[in-house]
């Protein structure tokens, strides 16, 4: 809060506060930071996503869709506001109205590619999943990191094992062993040791997977962290 005694009228210092809010559980206040933020920089796009976001988080998907709509008029071709407002319509299980607005799918592993993942997820459309990924496995991506790599494989074991493909566990066991290669580099990654998780979970692990998840919360308790620590639970 000492910052923001001193600089009470800084959007950036607000914005942060927020995020912290959000960490701690305390949404309400998070959102309150973001409208006196807004009322500081009406055209900033990034707060319109953020006060969708705590809307979303919510369940206000009505508030949400609104926060987005005041973003889409400021930044008309962003791709992020579409993917955002997918997300919020398929956790509403809206998946038709979903659907146009993930036409382009992303063809590199450094892009995000989680929400289509959900919508070929969700559509039960296996085979025109795992082709997608495939293909972005097979493409160079120098912009792309160990998590981004690693998840891609994940993505491709979960739609292979849906589909019934038995190609499914040696995907798992991939992201199993990369993941813990890299996590000897980077123990305290909770992202990368949550994608371990899941991929152990996916072998059938399920002491493994659960041995993970309590050192996820061992280490970022929900009382330290409220996202990563419910995610974990």
């Known amino acids: 809060m000492l910052f923001r005694s001193r600089w009470p009228n800084d959007v950036e ?13 305390r949404l309400a206040d998070a959102a309150v930071c973001i ?8 055209l900033n796009i990034q707060l ?3 006060q969708a976001v705590d809307a979303a988080d ?7 869709m609104k926060a987005l709509d005041r973003a889409q008029a400021l930044a008309p071709e962003d791709a992020e506001i579409r993917q955002m407002r997918a997300s919020y319509l398929m956790e509403q299980g809206l998946l038709a109205e979903a659907a146009p607005l993930l036409d382009h799918p ?15 997820y969700l559509q039960r459309n296996w085979k025109a999943g795992i082709a997608w990924l495939q293909g972005m496995l097979a ?5 792309a990191i160990a998590e981004d790599w690693i998840g891609t494989h994940l993505f491709l074991a979960d739609l292979r094992r849906m589909d019934g493909d038995p190609a499914a566990t040696a995907d798992y066991q991939a992201a199993v062993k990369l993941a813990q290669a890299e996590m000897q580099r980077s123990p305290d990654n909770q992202q990368l040791r949550a994608i371990l998780a ?22 970022v308790p929900e009382s330290k962290d409220a996202i990563v620590g419910r995610q974990t639970l």
């Open 13 to 25: 210092v607000i914005t942060v506060m927020s995020y912290i809010l959000d960490r701690q559980d």
């Open 35 to 42: 409208q006196q933020a807004l009322r500081l920089d009406p």
């Open 48 to 50: 319109h996503k953020l």
């Open 58 to 64: 919510g369940r206000h998907f009505d508030d949400a």
């Open 106 to 120: 992303p063809q590199l592993v450094s892009e995000d590619g989680q929400v289509y993942f959900e919508l070929f």
């Open 139 to 143: 493409r160079p991506d120098p912009d």
């Open 198 to 219: 899941s991929a152990l979970a996916g072998l059938g692990d399920e002491q493994g997977a659960f041995a993970q998840l309590d050192l996820i919360l061992r280490q």
